[in-house]
């Protein structure tokens, strides 16, 4: 094995799919694995390295495929074990990586697993998963809630027994502490890399091990009306417990029983306790998802402190990486809006660590407005009108301006932006200038550059909204200054020792350019600066 295949999520580009929204190819207005294999030439174009897919496995989807009732199946609505091997070999034949979602917190309640344990409190697999008697009065355990809404307990009638969820009832968590358990997933991780799954994004790792005593959470002082009740409490008790290392350890050295393989970890945690997921001795996570951009302030300082927090708390030998959307979170083109999203895009990927894009900001898709009518997500359906709602980052990919965008032949499961005609793959790459042709120039350069790839991180400056930085490789550096507001700004380049030359601007029109004592900053833009001389 050559070190370089070892090293591939460090220096790759990840790239989530969010398989029911990305390619229709059978007319039931649901993505597939198909739709996946045709759109290969797309995802190449585009300079990416690896691809997450959100999960694909047979499931009643009350969450959307996060409730699976098979690990090791493929669910008929995105296609076959057959399309999925032809996927595997198609990726691997391009040179690219496939990561899988493994969702081992909680099954479907549909699943074989769960419906033994509840049919008998004697039966094998009782234990399997967290199953407390009424409390005193007949009532839930403890005050334990769901992510999405309500008591996280749900009562059994025929056995007389509570089970726990953290998400939807339709959602029972599994039991870590059960040794059986542990091994079956063990075994479901084994049956995917053995058909060459390059790794897994776990999905809320942090919160596989719960209390063992099942103390109640603390009440949140915090709460105000309008957050999601969930946060009424402290999740003290129901996450992050310092038995979670020893279950990622296990999990870890499953991965490590095949060669170059990621295990990457969904973990929303400030990043004092985000980091410990590396596990000690870096024997845990290789990259615990770093989710600090999703909700970051929009400002230079603020950004700045963000990135020097988390360079701060890495480990030695940790590797970092960065995260600009996902599934779950509002577009960055809402968040910061569409002329800061190319700003967002030149800070992602020149940042030091690896990074990961979700399908759709490339083409600057933004937040789109569901009407309640056509709500899908569970979370939006439980707890309504607080602005909680995850389909509006879930709607289809906009390939073209024919009546489905391209993406399917009739309507969608979830509405098409109504600016699908001019904002589509086709228009934007036939615009040179465009957000689409920002992201292959950033990728491509970010690619050709050992500054970025692997350089350190140096801060340089973060005052107004201005925020400069350096990538220091061997040889040379890297400057990037971005503009975090629409007013034009002018710096004393000699400050900052930033004279060079331009070689890559946001509005992709710069290219080249030589900065003597000033250099101007348009609204919204950055710049990407070489050639500085060093006078240090
Ligand atoms: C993760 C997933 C989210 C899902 C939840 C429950 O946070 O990203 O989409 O609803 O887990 O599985």
């Known amino acids: 094995m050559k070190q370089s295949d070892q090293s591939w999520w460090r220096h790759g580009i990840f790239y989530q799919v969010y398989p029911r929204s990305f390619q229709d190819s059978n007319a039931d207005g649901v993505g597939d694995i198909a739709g996946i294999i045709d759109r290969l030439p797309y995802l190449l174009e585009l300079g990416i390295d690896a691809l997450w897919l959100s999960p694909i496995f047979p499931s009643p989807m009350a969450d959307f495929g996060y409730d699976i009732s098979d690990y090791t199946g493929v669910d008929p609505l995105f296609g076959t074990m057959a399309d999925f091997d032809a996927l595997i070999g198609a990726v691997h034949a391009n040179g690219l990586k496939l990561i899988l979602d493994l969702v081992p917190n909680h099954t479907s309640d549909r699943h074989p697993w769960f419906i033994a344990s509840r049919s008998s409190r004697d039966d094998a697999k009782r234990d399997w ?96 009306e309008g957050q999601p009740p969930h946060w009424k409490v402290r999740p003290l008790r129901t996450t992050d417990q310092p038995e979670i290392h020893d279950v990622i350890a296990e999990m870890r050295r499953v991965i490590d029983e095949f060669d170059a393989r990621v295990l990457i970890g969904e973990i929303y945690l400030p990043f004092e306790r985000l980091v410990t997921y590396y596990g000690k001795d870096l024997a845990g996570a290789h990259l615990p998802f770093n989710f600090a951009l999703l909700s970051a302030p929009w400002h230079a300082r603020a950004i700045e402190q963000i990135i020097a ?59 789109v407005a569901i009407a309640p009518d056509q709500v899908r997500d569970p979370f939006e359906k439980n707890v309504p009108g607080i602005g909680m709602g995850r389909d509006g980052c879930r709607t289809p990919m906009q390939w073209n301006a024919t009546p489905y965008a391209g993406f399917s032949t009739v309507a969608p499961w979830l509405p098409l932006s109504d600016d699908f005609a001019q904002d589509n ?92 004592h000033v250099l101007d900053l348009r609204g919204n833009e950055g710049v990407i600066i070489g050639g500085q001389r060093d006078k240090s």
């Not at 480990?315 to 999203?341: E, K, T, Y």
Request: glycine residues 8%; hydrophobic residues 40%.
């Open 309 to 367: 927090d988390y360079e701060a708390a890495l480990p030695a030998g940790a590797w970092p990486n960065w995260v600009l959307g996902n599934h779950d979170r509002p577009r960055v083109a809402s968040r910061v809006g569409p002329a800061q999203a190319r700003v967002a895009a030149m800070l992602l990927l020149t940042l030091r660590g690896t990074p990961t894009l979700y399908y759709g900001d490339e083409i600057g898709m933004h937040q």
């Open 425 to 516: 793959v086709v228009n934007l790459d036939a615009d040179q200038r465009s957000i689409l042709s920002l992201y292959k120039a950033l990728i491509d350069f970010r690619k050709k550059s050992p500054q970025l790839v692997s350089g350190g991180y140096v801060p340089i400056a973060a005052q107004g909204d201005l925020l400069i930085y350096r990538r220091q490789g061997d040889a040379a550096a890297v400057v990037i200054a971005l503009n975090l507001a629409a007013e034009p700004v002018s710096i004393a380049s000699d400050t900052f020792r930033l004279d060079g030359e331009i070689l890559l601007s946001s509005f992709l029109d710069r290219q080249g350019e030589k900065i003597q």
């Open 129 to 224: 998963y967290i199953w407390r008697e009424p409390a005193a009065d007949g009532g839930p355990p403890n005050n334990w809630m769901s992510e999405f809404g309500g008591s996280a307990w749900a009562y059994d009638a025929a056995t007389r027994q509570y089970y726990y969820h953290a998400f939807l009832a339709q959602q029972p968590d599994l039991n870590w502490r059960n040794p059986q358990l542990r091994q079956a997933i063990h075994d479901v991780m084994r049956f995917w890399l053995r058909k060459g799954v390059d790794g897994f994004r776990v999905d809320v790792i942090w919160h596989l091990i719960k209390d063992e005593q099942f103390r109640d959470n603390p009440p949140n002082p915090d709460f105000r």
